[in-house]
């Protein structure tokens, strides 16, 4: 068990292109991964991306069955994706607010495509291959863009959504989020 520190943003880190995994099934890599599970659920994240605990490398993890940070999301299957590839399914992009384990406090309007279709490898080689839609296919396009050194907030075309989330839950913009799981 490795809770690791997440990089905040404005940490050079976060806005590097990660490293493609050449070799699988190491005691290296496990522990990576380990490392990531342990801290996004101790952060209570839907993703946590290996740039953000300052690993350059292409690895991201995702999933939980239920989220104080996001209460109205649906489930996803805990995930672990190594050298991800992304396809857009079609060329719809949904408005959803989105935050970050490395922009805490802040929550944002960020347009994402609504159906996607990735691929990539577990940890210890396998391949994995899924269609995904809705928040999904949101985390998905998250946790791969901090890989490419992108975070949300640059993704936003409205940036009069960025706001704290307590601001934002108490004059009613961010609907469903109880009080008590704003402060993050
Ligand atoms: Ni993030």
């Known amino acids: 068990m490795a809770v690791r520190t ?57 999933g939980f069955e239920e989220n104080t940070r996001y209460p109205q999301a649906q489930a996803i299957p805990e995930t672990i994706l190594v050298n991800p590839v992304l396809e857009f399914a079609s060329e719809t992009r949904d408005d959803d607010w989105e935050g970050c384990l490395s922009v805490p406090g802040l929550r944002g309007i960020v347009p994402r495509y609504t159906r996607i279709h990735y691929s ?20 998905v396009q998250h946790e791969c863009d901090h890989l490419d050194g992108i975070l949300y907030p640059q993704r936003m075309t409205d940036m009069t959504t960025l706001g704290f989330t307590e601001a934002l839950v108490s004059s009613g913009r961010l609907p469903g989020m109880p009080c008590d799981t704003a402060r993050e």
Do not use: C, W
């Open 120 to 139: 990539g490898f577990n940890q210890k080689g396998d391949k994995v291959e899924r269609e995904a839609q809705g928040f999904h296919a949101r985390v």
């Open 6 to 62: 997440v990089l905040r943003m404005g940490d050079s880190r976060l806005l590097e292109k990660a490293r493609t995994v050449d070799v699988f099934d190491t005691p290296e890599l496990d522990r990576l991964v380990q490392d990531l599970k342990d801290t996004m659920y101790a952060e209570n994240g839907a993703g946590l991306a290996a740039p953000q605990i300052g690993v350059g490398l292409r690895v991201v993890v995702f």
